[in-house]
DNA sequence: GTGAAAGCGCTAACAT
DNA sequence: ATGTTAGCGCTTTCAC
């Protein structure tokens, strides 16, 4: 069908070692010869096999991305961050949903090993159970986005959950709100867990009681976000803040408020994790924790090449990067 | 590393062509033989490398999933049907977005040829400039989703777009609405195309003039509905009705409505193409043309595989599936 | 610096 | 029905 790198080498009047060794550089040839072959490549539009090239050096070009959820925006602007980068050294990405749900995590892990990909980029749906070890087993380097694992010691690129829901929650109390609620993400995940600790710690440290009335858990999704905050909002005393833990469940929440009529930021004083591009567009403008989405996709993909170039065991590395309060009208309270 | 075929079978006393022959399935095995090979593919923990496979047969176990916005729910459970159609038959599926872009879209494209894919689901971005001539020429089967081809004959899994959009503004029309706008998809995608020639039939054969003031294109996504909508509502005299040709853009268009604080029904009624999950929250609940997105993929996929498995160029088919128009509260109007 | 040859793991054609 | 053999397209020793 297409052209072989015999059909170069034949062409070029050279062996099809050489033609290997001038495609990818690595060796010295001869000027003439490099030239020759260069030719005879552009001419036969030759594309070398990727598969017979895997199968040879005993692993792909091929970065597998698992995360929770494809229909997030925080989780696409990451993937192009991952994508831009992988490009750049050749790599093409595949994505997987995991959908929270640890089976087929596993399933996906799974493929991911048989396919011998290169490398995993895993946003995992669990800090104790998720299991990379199939991973491991082949030798294929695991870099965690977004969220940790709690046992296995692998590189990771994440924000400081703890801080900046200590942070939003300060800012909230300094607003004036007295009761403020919490819709918090899934008790496995790491962000699930720091966030409702930083929370914690901002009530505690302003000598604010600790009220669980005033805290649900969801699961990340619209849904979850808009039946925990309705929820919320029947509470015999109605909270006047409420801090979301992610963007779609933020989505939810504002749903549910339009849906109970009540006024923001006057009656009550909202922010939330993670943007999401059109709400800007959303009056009042929202008031959320920004992560470096893109950043956090694109220096994933980096720690992970470097891993898979050289797989000489360096300690594992744990990325901070730095997220920004960014305060609009939903929880600024005049005077 | 793991085991590979000729490890099971000496460990199972045969040779390896058979242990082949049994995992694949297609010649007989004598029952013996077959028991002690699966028995030591289960000992060993045996996973065949799919690289060599596909090297061997020239052709991976893998197919292209081709999309405009990866972000859109109604491609991501499209994606659902075909992942689910594919894994039974042992593909798996790799996911690409062309961000609506004929310049990805072709990256994409080469992309699925030059790693040998098994063939490619495409919803393309145009319906005369995207070219599927690569993957032609290296014999690989596609099969257009949502959207067709103009010039070259592919199978394609679609609804009726035009009478669709003709019913859901009859509906509009029969609720008493007397300018109705329609926020209409790029030009260039025959679901564009489509549905605008079925709003605008609805309104020739209703007597009604096309008022093409009432008429704006945008991008399908979020900022473009959202914009589209605002300039119709800042025309002269106000529409009553409108019709917004798909869901992102039905989400920037409520957004839209509200921030100019316009009551549906009463004020304008309001209907638009496909479902989002969580919108069932709202209030006014929608009235929404809802395609069969799981089965458009899960169609999908069987098409292709049937064409992969026998690529006698059997005529390309062109499958209709039927969609529902279904009335919420957005639009109806009481009395 | 370059070519010849071996082999990655698998399947299909050919023997038996 | 099963085994032997060859080869998919590439990279990489090993000679020269």
Chains 1, 2 share one sequence.
Request: glycine residues 6%; contains cysteine; aromatic residues 4%.
């Amino acid at each position: 069908m297409s052209a072989t790198i015999r059909d170069v080498a034949q062409a070029a009047g050279v062996s099809p070692a050489t033609v290997s060794r001038v495609l990818n550089g690595k060796v010295e040839v001869a000027e003439e010869l490099s030239r020759r072959v260069r030719e005879q490549v552009e001419l036969l539009g030759y594309r070398p096999n990727g598969l017979a090239r895997s199968l040879r050096m005993r692993a792909t070009q091929v970065l597998g991305v698992v995360i929770s959820d494809v229909t997030n925006p925080f989780f696409t602007s990451m993937v192009r961050g991952i994508e831009d980068q992988a490009q750049q050294a050749g790599y093409s990405v595949v994505l997987a949903n995991s959908d929270e749900d640890l089976d087929k995590e596993r399933r996906y892990l799974e493929v991911a090993a048989a396919e011998q990909m290169a490398g995993v980029v895993l946003s995992p749906s669990s800090s104790r159970r998720t299991d990379v070890s199939v991973l491991q087993r082949h030798g294929i380097p695991v870099v965690t986005v977004d969220r940790q694992l709690h046992a296995t010691p692998v590189d990771s690129i994440l924000i400081d959950n703890h801080l900046m829901a200590r942070l939003a929650t300060e800012h909230l109390l300094a607003q004036g709100c007295r009761r403020i609620a919490f819709v918090s993400g899934p008790r496995a995940t790491t962000t699930g867990q720091r966030r409702l600790a930083g929370y914690r710690a901002a009530l505690r440290a302003a000598g604010s009681t600790v009220d669980d009335d005033l805290v649900k858990r969801a699961n990340f999704r619209v849904e979850g976000g808009y039946q925990a905050t309705l929820e919320l909002l029947d509470r015999r005393r109605r909270p006047d803040g409420l801090l979301v833990s992610n963007n779609l469940m933020a989505l939810g929440a504002l749903l549910a408020l339009q849906e109970r009529e009540i006024d923001l930021p006057a009656e009550l004083a909202f922010a939330s994790f993670d943007g999401i591009s059109w709400a800007r567009a959303l009056r009042p403008t929202l008031t959320v924790v920004e992560q470096p989405t893109y950043e956090i996709g694109r220096q994933a993909a980096e720690l992970l090449l470097e891993r898979i170039t050289s797989p000489d065991g360096i300690h594992p590395r744990k990325v901070v990067l730095s997220a920004e309060l960014r305060v609009g009208e939903s929880s600024l309270r005049r005077g």
